[in-house]
Every structure is written in C-alpha cells, then in structure tokens.
C-alpha cells in the first residue's frame, strides 16, 4: 500500500519508498525488520543527544502530565518563563528578550519582521528590505526563501512570487583566516551597504557556517567585520543560528567565536535536542526598546499557536542541562578531532580527482564534490555499510550526534572516505 504522507525534496516519479523507522537510541535508529543505521546527520542536525535520551524522555512525560499546551498569548507558564532565563543567560551579552515560534524558518520569519518594524517605529519607513549573502539558506517559508541564495538555491521557481531583497557576496576567506584574508570579503559587503543602507532594514547571515548552502565556513573575523560595518550604516544583524547554535561550531554559540552580540539572534533545531519542533529569536535591549510605545504600531504582530508550547519549553530545558551537565564541549572536541584526522589529514582523499575541498569545523565535516554526480547513489551504498548519509547537491556532509562515539565516528568517516577511495 503505498503511503500518503507527501516527502519533503521528492520526486514523485522516481521516488521509492521511505524506510519505516521504529525506534532508536543513542545514535542509531532502526527500522521496520530491525536494520540498524547509524545517522551521520542527527536528523537534519537536530537530534544532538541521539534517540531516547532518558533525561528527554522524562522530561516530556513529566510535563506532559502537568500542562501540555496553552495559548502565550496573555497568558504564561513556568517553563517559558524558566527557558527564557536561561536563554539569556547563555546567549551573548546583551540578548536580553526571547520571542517563542515553532520552527527555525518561522523564527527567521519573526526576526525579518522583528528588523523591518523596528525601523518603522523609530521613523524610518524606507529601511524595509533585508540583506542576504550568497549561499545563504534561511528556511523555507515565503518570507525566508527572499533571503536564499537567488541563484544556486533551491527556491528559483518562486522568484516571480518572492518579494525582492539584496544580497553580498558570500564569504570566501576560511575560518582560520587572518584579517587580511577577510578584507576582500568585508569590502564587498560594505559596497553593498553603501549603495542600498537607505532601504536595509537588516544584514542577514548564517555565522561561520552556512549549512545548506553548500557548507561554506568562514573566519570569525567577517563576523566582527559585518558588526562594525552594520553599526556604521544603521542596519541591524541578524544571526542564524538555527544549524550552528548549541555546539555545532566547536563554541556553544558561533557568535562566540567572534565575540560579537547581533541584534537578534534565531535557534532552533539543537534547541530542543530535536524531541519537539521549537524556536526562540532573541533581541538586545536596544531593539526591544523600540516597541515600548503608546501607539497601536508599538504591539509586535506576530503570534504562532504554539509558541511557547510546555513541552517543548520543558525538554529545551533539558537539552540545555544535559548539554551544560556532561561535557559536550569536550565531546565536540573529541569529534573534532577524528574528523580532522579522518578526513583534512587524508592525503588520498585530498587528492582524489572528483574531491574539490574538504572542511571540517567543530562537529560538522563535509567533502565537497566537483559535480554532484560524484555523489549519486552515495545514500544507498552507506546504507548498505550501516550508515544513514543524505548528501547535499556536491556535498556529502556529517553533522553526527554529540553523544557518537570515537569508533562511531571512525565508521562514518570510513564510509565518507570510502565512496571516494575504497570501492
């Protein structure tokens, strides 16, 4: 019987169908008929503690005898209240005020409108565009599909529906770059900015790492550089750090490899350790001031039905002391560690004809492919090897579980190297 749950990036046609999953723990799942897979990407980079983290679980059943839902809207409970405590407390300085949505793109969505209302109430109507980098991919609702990459994106077929917004050249300097690597970068995002500044409500940006994008990782110095740049032209700065926040970059946040505080920043994915959909777009004072007013414009017109919902608040809370209470620094160190032996210190992967690059920055490594045809049917045969791998166009990536262990990691490195190297 076939089923009629419609797939995300499918093609009907040619698609075949999906493997049951059943359950999982620690960083496999497993499926109908009991083949056990270890996923090399947590579940779109969600899933950082691996499947049926007991202290998770426990947590959403506790709550869930307690409150699951009720509406934020004049109303409040103590587990969001509780999260956006501890938000704050370990987000950069300054970020001082958490608005709750139920996904990254919606998250996204509430800081564009967040960035465009906030030049409204403070006189300046014209600054109602955004400005994206090249590369970018933010979400895809409609709203944050104008601000992916218009051209090697996934969203071309909307162009003619998205509204029109600018864009920078993305970054190309490379994490471990000096500042004058960045200059280059810096000068065409200040071109930009001098020519549009008037109409930019604020600068968008995925830091150090724009995930779907391509895998593209960049110096902690363009980040210090835009900050300064959108100081000197009003423009506000947004951080992304829906794939990047909580670890993934080596730093909890990768804001803080730069020591930089945006206006606002976006989370989700690793927010909630991927047990329930979540999001929180933090704003510093200086923006949130803004809405204090006695007009009807000064109210914020954004509120999702589950916004703040209990449960996900209460396992977010969990996440994070899980996250705090058993060294996930030191276990993103560790993975950091193989991947570079693995992948950036194999000379024969480096050198194989359809590898163009190889990066690795905190728990993410990717091979970039010349020709996304190097990577065709690359899915099948980890699968066959006991490994769960969805590439990206030309690149085939790992963002693994926090919690995958040294020999783990070995075997999806093994397996990445291996579609290149050993077949």
């Keep these: 019987m076939i089923s009629p749950v419609w797939h995300p990036y499918a093609h009907l046609k040619t698609q075949r169908p999906a493997p049951k999953v059943v359950g999982g723990e620690g960083p496999r799942f497993t499926l109908e008929g009991g083949e056990t897979l270890l996923d090399a990407t947590c579940s779109w980079w969600c899933m950082i503690h691996g499947y049926a983290h007991p202290r998770l679980v426990a947590a959403i059943r506790e709550q869930a005898g307690e409150l699951c839902h009720v509406m934020l809207g004049g109303l409040t409970h103590e587990p969001a209240d509780r999260l956006a405590r501890e938000l704050v407390r370990v987000t950069p300085e300054g970020l001082n005020h958490v608005f709750y949505s139920d996904s990254g793109s919606v998250g996204m969505e509430v800081a564009m409108k ?249 728990a993410t490594a990717v091979i970039e492919a010349y020709e996304a045809a190097d990577l065709v049917g690359v899915a099948d045969w980890a699968r066959t090897q006991g490994i769960w791998l969805r590439p990206i166009g030309r690149w085939l990536y790992t963002m693994p579980a926090y919690i995958t262990t040294e020999a783990d990691m070995r075997r999806i490195t093994d397996v990445m190297k291996g579609w290149f190297l050993a077949r």
Excluded: W
Aim: with cysteine; proline share 6%.
């Design 114 to 362: 967040m960035a465009v209302q906030y030049h409204q109430l403070r006189g300046r109507p014209g600054k109602h565009r955004l400005l994206s980098l090249m590369k970018a991919y933010h979400g895809d609702t409609a709203g944050c599909m104008a601000v992916c990459d218009p051209e090697e994106g996934m969203h071309s077929l909307f162009a003619g529906y998205l509204p029109r917004h600018h864009f920078a050249p993305a970054p190309t300097a490379p994490f471990d770059a000096e500042p004058e690597a960045v200059a280059a970068d810096l000068a065409a995002l200040r071109e930009v900015l001098e020519r549009h500044h008037r109409e930019i409500a604020a600068l968008l940006m995925e830091p150090l790492l724009q995930a779907a994008g391509g895998l593209n990782m960049t110096s902690p110095h363009y980040l210090r550089g835009a900050r300064e740049l959108c100081d000197e032209f009003d423009v506000l700065l947004v951080f992304d750090e829906v794939a990047t926040g909580f670890g993934r970059t080596g730093r909890m946040f990768a804001a803080d490899h730069a020591e930089v505080t945006p206006d606002i920043m976006v989370l989700s994915k690793g927010l909630t350790g991927g047990y329930l959909g979540h999001a929180a777009t933090l704003a510093t004072d200086r923006v949130h001031e803004a809405f204090v007013g006695d007009s009807p414009e000064h109210a914020f017109m954004h509120g999702p039905t589950f916004m703040g919902n209990p449960l996900a608040c209460r396992v977010a809370l969990e996440s994070l002391a899980v996250f705090e209470e058993e060294d996930y620094p030191g276990k993103i160190a560790g993975l950091n560690r193989v991947l570079r032996e693995e992948l950036m210190d194999d000379k024969a992967l480096a050198a194989h004809p359809a590898v163009a690059d190889v990066r690795v920055l905190g």
